[in-house]
């Protein structure tokens, strides 16, 4: 079984910046998909952005491309969201998941979550 645990949000103002930690425990997860999600108080969980096994390749929401960046580190068992020019809209939970194959950015058909760490943002 695999445990994902996240780290790393907090409050920041607008145009701040953050840097979220997902690590992974019970076996390595160098050939899974990983991927970051949120969701706001009222609203389903969406897409943010999503990294493939080998890091070769990147997804990302229209809403947070060019502000986010996902990298994981495969030696650490750990992927990463680097968050800048944060907004107040991207105030919300963000969780981590992975799944065994390819980059998907469909929340369901990702197999593991954390627990999700909380993200907000000042006005």
């Known amino acids: 079984q695999v445990q994902l645990v996240e780290s790393g949000g907090g409050l920041v103002q607008a145009g701040g910046s953050l840097r979220l930690s997902c690590t992974a425990s019970?076996?390595?997860?160098?050939?899974?998909?990983m991927g970051w999600f949120r969701q706001a108080p009222g609203r389903e969980r969406e897409f943010v952005a999503a990294?493939?096994?080998?890091?070769?390749?990147?997804r990302y929401s229209v809403s947070v491309k060019g502000r986010f960046t996902i990298s994981r580190d495969n030696t650490k068992n750990t992927a990463y969201l680097q968050m800048n020019s944060l907004k107040p809209e991207d105030t919300a939970v963000y969780f981590c998941?992975?799944?065994?194959?390819?980059?998907?950015?469909?929340?369901?058909?990702?197999?593991?979550w954390g627990q999700g760490t909380q993200v907000s943002v000042s006005s």
């Open positions: 998941a992975a799944r065994e194959g390819p980059l998907v950015v469909s929340y369901n058909l990702y197999k593991f």
């Open positions: 019970g076996r390595t997860l160098s050939r899974d998909a």
């Open positions: 990294v493939s096994w080998g890091a070769g390749t990147t």
